[in-house]
């Protein structure tokens, strides 16, 4: 509030202009919620840096969802379609991510394909890329039911494209980033942390959003690889945050090296997080998120941040490349509502809290992209 205007400060107008000069000083920020301020006409439109998108709470908004997928997403993933698969209630259809300092922009997919046009984007990572390729696919699909599609999966690499605006958005899949290969003998499986031969396939593209964490965590029959390789040096396990760590440090000095910033946009989505202990949300031990309907209320989510978080904010702090971060995981750890569980796929074993219901969480991760992408002109 300090700042001059038309060559005097606040505390030099007279007393006649002072409250003249509150006002043109407040009107003057009223509509700043970002780096860059925007002129806006309606405050549901605001967007920005300084306000922080990725900071507030979730609200009832009858308007949602942005898609239905029985009328307007007829290749949805079965596991993600909660609504086909029984799900009783439609609340967590119903909600809008709300900044605390300003408003996402409701998602305008025509508006984001003129901006796409003639565009190739690329999410690379692992069912939870999955999870927000395919909310976009079914947001842009839906803002264009007319127009013609083609879906195609070749390996591991799947392609939405929309010929009538030259745009193509692809998924694929790799849960670490870095390489994890077979042994010539066949017989074992390497997680190579210090190597990243996959970022050839990355090249080319005008946007890439990148993905991992999911599957570090795992063990036993659920984990993919036999031997860890780091350093020259062959190991059986290591802490499992150390080894993200270094995995994560791989891919950004790949990110570093290989990609043009005046050519490609480089997004890291966020770590997702899942719903397994209900103590986290103040529930009980045995709670996940099975029969949860409800979102956490409030805008703070009492077990905090995953680890994660502090290793994806570090070593992305230390990259020369500008990455955008899709700090996603304050909003989703919030939607404890949000998830496919078996109880809605009618199955009595397993608990999907990990994964997220379609329309549902992922969209908002969306909305956010869009709203980053609109800043841009």
């Known amino acids: 509030m300090g700042r001059m205007l038309h060559g005097f ?23 700043c919620c970002g780096r860059v301020q925007k002129k806006q006409v309606n405050e549901s439109q605001l967007i920005g840096g300084s306000c922080d998108l990725f900071e507030g709470s979730w609200v009832y908004d009858d308007t949602y969802p942005l898609y239905d997928t029985f009328s ?3 290749f ?8 086909k698969n029984g799900r009783p209630d439609s609340q967590y259809l119903k909600l809008r991510w709300k900044p605390k300092a300003c408003a996402v922009p409701r998602f305008n997919g025509a508006d984001l394909l003129r901006r796409l046009k003639g565009k190739k984007i690329l999410f690379v990572g692992d069912s939870l890329s999955l999870n927000q390729w395919q909310s976009l696919t079914c947001m842009l699909h839906s ?11 070749k390996g591991d690499l799947s392609t939405f494209s929309l010929p009538e605006y030259e745009v193509s ?14 042994t010539k003998t066949g017989d074992s499986t390497v997680l190579k942390l210090d190597s990243i031969e996959n970022g050839n396939a ?32 062959i190991l059986k396990d290591m802490d499992r945050l150390a080894a993200f760590r ?4 791989t891919w950004s000095k790949w990110v570093d090296s290989n990609v043009d910033a005046k050519n490609t946009q480089v997004f890291f989505q966020g770590i997702s997080p899942s719903h397994y202990n209900g103590t986290e949300w103040n529930d009980t031990d045995s709670e996940t998120c099975k029969e949860q309907t409800q979102p956490v209320s409030g805008s703070t989510y009492p077990g905090g941040l995953p680890p994660a978080t502090t290793v994806v904010n570090q070593v992305l702090t230390k990259m020369s490349s500008p990455v955008t971060l899709l700090d996603i995981t304050l909003l ?13 796929f009618r199955r009595n074993e397993g608990n999907d809290c990990s994964h997220w219901c379609l329309g549902g969480v992922p969209d908002t991760w969306n909305e956010i992209l869009y709203a980053i992408l609109a800043t841009i002109d």
């Open 202 to 233: 990355w090249r080319g593209y005008d946007m890439l959003i990148f993905n991992t964490w999911h599957w570090w965590l795992h063990r036993g029959s659920k984990q993919p690889w036999d031997y860890i390789v780091t350093g020259g040096k």
């Open 76 to 83: 949805v993933e079965k596991e993600f379609d909660c609504q």
């Open 143 to 153: 803002a264009v039911p007319k127009t013609n599609y083609t879906l195609t999966r």
């Open 72 to 74: 307007s997403c007829p």
């Open 332 to 344: 989703s750890q919030l939607r404890k509502d949000g998830h496919p569980v078996c109880i809605w």
């Open 169 to 182: 958005v692809m998924m694929s899949r790799n849960a670490f980033l870095v390489d994890l290969v077979k």
């Open 9 to 31: 400060g606040l505390f030099g107008c007279s007393a006649v202009l002072l409250v003249l000069c509150l006002l043109l000083l407040l009107h003057e920020g009223k509509y």
């Open 246 to 249: 270094e995995g994560l440090t």
